[in-house]
């Protein structure tokens, strides 16, 4: 129990997280990724270290339930969200986890205003909805690359 109550320590909410990003130091480079990480796999894990290593620290803005189901459908998530933030607040390569119920993370990066966005996924930065956004305090907008063959839907498809 001591470790979910440590994981526990690091679930926020967006108040509270962007108090401790704003009390790091000058130089301190906050990263924020976002996403629904249903059933955590080895994807998930190679993504949220390669946010993590462009800058001191990682914030991962988790889906709640109500918009994982408007994303992917009724059926999920598989895994609850208190349960998925406490899996992600577990990695050591993440110091912050906040559930947010929007479609996307906009409301919460504005809030935030990390220096680095990092997205997952085989799309174009300044394609997502948040790029202006994150742009326009001076932010950086970086996708990491997918480690093939990793998704949710596929091991469900499979299950």
């Keep these: 129990m001591n470790s979910v109550r440590s994981a526990g320590s690091k679930i926020m909410t967006r108040e509270a997280c962007a108090a401790r990003m704003r009390a ?3 130089r301190f480079r906050w990263v924020f990724t976002n996403g629904c990480f249903d059933l955590l796999h080895a994807g998930h ?3 949220l270290e390669a946010a993590r290593a462009l800058g001191d620290g990682l914030v991962v803005g988790l889906n709640s339930d109500r918009s994982v189901r408007a994303l992917k459908g009724p059926a999920r998530p598989v895994i609850p969200e208190g349960d998925r933030a406490i899996v992600l607040a577990a990695l050591e ?3 912050a986890v906040v559930v947010f119920a929007e479609a996307t993370p906009e409301a919460l990066l504005d809030v935030l ?4 966005h990092a997205k997952g996924g085989d799309y174009r930065a300044e394609e997502l909805p948040e790029y202006q956004l994150v742009r326009s305090w001076g932010g950086e907008v970086h996708i990491l690359p997918l480690l093939e063959g990793r998704s949710t839907t596929s091991i469900l498809s499979r299950i």
């Design 93 to 95: 390569c993440v110091d």
């Design 113 to 116: 205003r990390p220096q680095i």
């Design 45 to 47: 894990v190679a993504s």
């Design 24 to 26: 790091a130091p000058d």
